[in-house]
């Protein structure tokens, strides 16, 4: 083995490594930058703040690199606090635009800088605007920040990134990614034992949502539509496989509209779960339609309860329910970013077609399947929304 290819496997830890430096004006936001972290996957090795001896040489040196010069000319703008941090599950490196000859080998991190930066400027005029943070690009420069920076402690941060990557790896043989963002955990299709079945592998810090996923079968282990765990380990799930054909089931469909609705008696069902959750003092938080799956031979089921979380106790109806209602601000426990501002008109009529007063309560089928084939008229209008006007004008030709 080369000496070259020896040094590249000993740092290739570093491919999920990224050196946050945050600027003077914005280090009240410290709190606000690691909250956007955790949420997009990001573990947090070690944080501290740069001494002032520091701060000018290293501002010079983020001037060369940002080919920026002058932004450090007034005071209130030196880099005052060092993050090092982690995402286990980077994305592919890309270039970010045509102009700009900057890579960066997590994809995730401009999203980090765009997000905060957005926040941080809220209200401001964008033109000129000093980015409030800077970050190293990729491995090499991650690598050249640690040993300038924090040289006595990048051995240990070098053990903690590679036991967090260890956590992560699945522990069955991989037959397909099923995973979207990955930023609580992977989901992947795996060989367990001979058979075909789920793996979802938390990221390292995640295991609240793993302890969740579990406290909801043994609370619902007497409804059919929750999913049923086959393994259990400190930081992954094992899930019996179903097959999906929740297309076949949605009907009616509006023209231009994504998909059909749901079935009255798959809508009977959510209702009675989370009912059944909410009576025994937890609640269904970011239940949404992309939770549920359809298999012909198991029936309706509910693959997702991260965000199931206590709630009021004893409730005994579905009015106020933090599934289908916006969730109080009160509320202290873990929350995705969508669920303060998401609604039942967004995220389920578009799949139930009924007023959510309607999914209240038992009513006859007969009169929820009218009161949808009315709905039908207001799906069509936001299909219509969606679609440009040539569409439109294929499908009245056809």
């Not at 190293?136 to 967090?164: C, F, M």
Request: proline share 7%.
């Amino acid at each position: 083995m080369t000496n070259k290819q020896s040094n590249g496997e000993q740092q290739e830890w570093l491919s999920g490594i990224t050196v946050f430096l945050i600027r003077d004006c914005q280090l009240a936001y410290l709190d606000t930058l690691r909250n956007l972290l955790d949420h997009h996957g990001f573990n947090v090795l070690y944080g501290v703040p740069i001494e002032g001896g520091q701060q000018q040489a290293l501002a010079q040196w983020i001037i060369d690199d940002e080919q920026a010069p002058g932004k450090y000319s007034s005071g209130g703008y030196l880099p005052v606090f060092l993050l090092v941090v982690q995402d286990v599950h980077p994305l592919t490196e890309k270039q970010i635009s045509s102009d700009a000859p900057e890579k960066v080998n997590n994809l995730r991190v401009p999203i980090i800088k765009a997000a905060f930066s957005a926040t941080v400027h809220q209200g401001e005029s964008k033109e000129e605007l000093l980015s409030p943070i800077h970050c190293s690009r990729d491995a090499g420069q991650a690598l050249e920040y640690l040993n300038t920076l924090v040289p006595k402690q990048a051995g240990e941060i070098r053990a903690v990134a590679l036991s967090n990557e260890a956590a992560f790896r699945t522990p069955y043989p991989v037959l397909a990614d099923l995973s979207k963002e990955v930023c609580r955990a992977k989901v992947e299709l795996v060989d367990f034992h001979g058979t075909e079945a789920i793996c979802k592998t938390f990221r390292p810090g995640r295991e609240r949502y793993l302890e969740r996923e579990v406290k909801a079968r043994e609370l619902g282990a007497s409804l059919p539509e929750v999913s049923r765990l086959l393994e259990v380990g400190p930081h992954y799930l094992v899930f019996e496989r179903y097959a999906n054909c929740m297309e076949r089931i949605l009907s009616p469909r509006a023209p231009f509209s994504r998909h059909g609705l749901l079935p009255i008696w798959t809508i009977e069902r959510v209702r009675a779960v989370i009912l059944h959750y909410r009576r025994l003092g937890y609640e269904c938080i970011d239940l949404n339609p992309q939770d549920l799956i359809y298999d012909p031979c198991q029936g309706l089921k509910i693959i997702d309860f991260e965000f199931l979380q206590p709630g009021p106790n004893g409730i005994k109806t579905l009015k106020g329910n933090y599934a289908w209602y916006e969730v109080p601000s009160l509320f202290t426990g873990d929350l995705p970013l969508s669920a303060r501002h998401s609604s039942y008109r967004q995220r389920w009529f578009p799949y139930t077609g009924l007023p959510r007063t309607l999914c209240l309560s038992e009513l006859p089928r007969p009169l929820l399947a009218m009161v949808r084939s009315v709905a039908l008229v207001p799906l069509t209008l936001d299909g219509l929304r969606r679609v440009s006007w040539r569409h439109i004008q294929r499908f009245v030709r056809n």
